[in-house]
């Protein structure tokens, strides 16, 4: 209640919601900080940390934030449903925090032109649990194709024990994971598995969405998965354990990046995969060649192979 109260007294305030006013820092101490329930983050929310693993936020089994328009007011949280282009949550900063949560730690609806920077994402998975579909770290989704989770940059954060890294279904577009590391997940990127081509906010699925410098390591499935959605790139990113179930690439039983739609991209990504099979006698024979990278594309490893 502490934490909420906070965030309406800055950023909802009737007497400046929305005015330069109310674009302040709430700066959170080192600490562990409790909450009971979802905290909502109207636009222009701007949460800074001491740094990761020195203010912590322990959300136990609640989704640890929530974005919401600019029509809330303290204590009412207007739905995604009347969101427009002017209103949607935007310019949105966090920044330095540690998030535990058993369920997800950012739903980010309609949300654009955001940042989270310096964050370690925390759940409670293990490689090999049963999987739940809640335990996502962050879920995207968005009103329409016109108000959209888009433009949003994920700058060196942490994510690690949950179900699914990051997910979405919706036509969010151009966000950027860069310097970002991805372990002990299920699987890591999940776009457009679910999206129903048509229905609002699902014309065209996730695109143009970038995952640069970034590195996976012990997911149990694959690292990125797109069924729906077009000109989404992986570059310059490092693939440990992918797709081995837990195990070495002696179990491997699912390629690294799957690509179901067309115009998605591999460039210059490193697969240890690929040093694994090609070089280690160990892997030489019966063991099955999962490929790096599958689907309808064209991958450029940029390194030279005998």
């Known amino acids: 209640l502490a934490l909420q109260r906070a965030i309406d007294q800055l950023y909802l305030n009737a007497s400046n919601k929305g005015q330069a006013q109310a674009r302040v820092e709430l700066i959170l101490e080192p600490g562990e900080y409790l909450i ?37 007011t303290p204590g009412v949280y207007a739905a995604d449903s009347v969101s427009t282009s002017l209103n949607q ?16 730690a950012f739903e980010l609806k309609s949300c654009k032109e955001s940042t989270f920077k310096d964050l370690i994402l925390s759940g409670s ?14 879920r995207m989704t968005c009103l329409s194709t016109s108000v959209s989770s888009n433009s949003n940059t994920f700058d060196n954060v942490v994510i690690k024990n949950f179900v699914t890294g990051v997910k979405s279904d919706n036509d969010i577009k151009d966000n950027i994971w860069k310097s970002c590391e991805f372990n002990n997940l299920w699987q890591g990127f999940s776009f457009g598995l679910q999206t129903i081509l048509g229905t609002s906010g699902m014309l065209t699925g996730p695109i143009n969405n970038n995952i640069v410098n970034s590195k996976f390591d012990n997911i149990y499935i694959h690292a990125i998965h797109i069924k729906t959605g077009t000109d989404n790139v992986s570059e310059n990113n490092k693939f440990y354990s992918v797709g081995n179930h837990g195990g070495s690439a002696m179990l491997s039983q699912q390629s690294i990046i799957k690509f179901e739609s067309i115009k998605n991209a591999s460039i210059n990504d490193w697969f240890q995969r690929s040093e694994d099979l090609g070089y280690n006698e160990t892997y030489k024979n019966w063991v099955a060649d999962w490929p790096e990278v599958e689907g309808p594309t064209i991958t450029d490893f940029e390194t030279t192979h005998e």
């Open 125 to 138: 998975y293990s490689l090999g649990d049963p999987v739940s579909g809640t335990s996502d770290a962050i």
């Open 89 to 104: 949550p935007r310019n949105i900063s966090i920044m330095g925090l540690t998030i535990n949560s058993t369920n997800t």
């Open 36 to 72: 009971s329930d979802t905290i909502y983050l109207p636009p222009f929310t701007t949460i800074r940390g001491a740094g990761a693993d020195k203010t912590i936020i322990n959300a136990g089994n609640h989704v640890a934030f929530e974005t919401v328009n600019e029509t809330s």
